[in-house]
């Protein structure tokens, strides 16, 4: 089985640019609107100080997260519509968590997937810990059949009003409310398959039923029953690993142990986007795939 090291790119456009990043913070544009958040990696210098934001997240003191939003101009509590690819409408907001309501970078992954489907007839694919739904919209815009998956009911609630912005609430979309890896075995046990399944597991979370998720304990199984779920016709299996000390060789070992009797391909290295002031990779996460 063939494996390489890659990076994927995201590139500045219309509804997200990374405009400047040094000394642990980043610049970015949201539409219109733009905004300062930190970012330990970006350990050199911007490229200018002259960053005029329209609010700034200022972390808290303990490493396990915290702060606040600071507002420079006003900034709607309840978010502002964004455009992907002129094709996926959804709401961008300022959250507690310091996110805006999608993750930028997983632009050139979702471009990815629609590809490896591309030709497919009706294809079926999964997103599992979906979030607020973009790369599940992505898919269905592209014609997949798609099972969306997240513990968080207020997630799906937002996943399903971003599909009615895009016009697509009558599309053939799932939106499951459950536990990531109690639903992906039950789907082993009634012997479902998939043309592809995207996952972004966080490191540490709870299902709707008090579920407890470790990333380095709980990853391997979910990743063997997703196996499961794929076969030789299949066409893609995603993971993408956020803010975690783990190598993304090690993300590519664990595809690789599993997919090895699939044939195809293990690729596995690191999400950047492109900072627009000067052309630098701000690496956000690391990742691994499998492809036919």
Same mark, same amino acid.
């Given at each position: 089985m063939e494996t390489r090291f890659v990076t994927l790119t995201s590139e500045p456009r219309p509804d997200y640019t990374l405009i400047d990043s040094g000394n642990g913070r980043k610049y970015e544009s949201y539409g219109d609107r733009r905004f300062i958040r930190p970012e330990p990696q970006a350990m050199w210098a911007p490229a200018t100080e002259d960053w005029d934001a329209d609010a700034e997240f200022v972390p808290g003191?303990?490493?396990?997260?915290?702060g606040r939003w600071y507002n420079n101009r006003p900034?709607?509590?309840?978010?502002?519509?964004?455009?992907?690819?002129?094709?996926?409408?959804?709401?961008?907001?300022?959250?507690?968590?310091?996110?805006?309501?999608?993750?930028?970078d997983m632009d050139p992954v979702w471009r990815w997937m629609r590809g490896e489907l591309a030709g497919v007839e009706n294809p079926v694919a /999964?997103? &599992?810990?979906?979030?607020t739904g973009v790369g599940t919209l992505a898919l269905s815009a592209a014609g997949?059949? /798609?099972?969306?998956?997240?513990?968080?009911?207020?997630?799906?609630?937002?996943?399903?009003?971003?599909? *009615?912005?895009?016009? /697509?609430?009558?599309?053939?979309?799932?939106?499951?409310?459950?536990?990531?890896?109690?639903f992906v075995a039950r789907e082993v046990r009634? *012997?479902?398959? @998939?043309?592809?399944i =995207? =996952?972004?597991?966080?490191? @540490?979370g709870r299902g709707p039923e008090g579920e407890v998720w470790r990333l380095e304990e709980d990853l391997p199984g979910l990743i063997a029953n997703c196996r499961k779920l794929l076969d030789d016709q299949s066409h893609f299996l995603?993971?993408?690993?956020?803010?975690?000390?783990?190598?993304?060789?090690? =993300?590519?070992?664990?595809l690789h142990s599993h997919f090895a009797d699939l044939g195809g391909k293990v690729e596995f290295g690191e999400l950047a986007?492109? *900072?627009?002031?000067?052309? &630098?990779?701000l690496p956000t996460a690391i990742f691994a795939r499998w492809s036919r």
């Open positions: 003191s303990d490493e396990d997260g915290g900034v709607p509590m309840d978010g502002w519509p964004l455009v992907w690819n002129d094709e996926v409408t959804f709401n961008a907001q300022c959250t507690p968590f310091r996110h805006l309501g999608f993750f930028p /999964m997103n &599992l810990f979906g979030y997949a059949q /798609m099972v969306h998956v997240d513990a968080s009911k207020k997630s799906v609630a937002q996943a399903r009003a971003n599909a *009615e912005m895009s016009g /697509m609430s009558g599309r053939p979309i799932r939106w499951i409310v459950d536990d990531a890896a109690k009634r *012997e479902k398959r @998939y043309d592809g =995207l =996952l972004d597991p966080p490191k @540490y995603f993971l993408t690993v956020y803010a975690v000390r783990m190598s993304a060789l090690a =993300l590519g070992g664990l986007v492109r *900072e627009q002031a000067r052309g &630098l990779l």
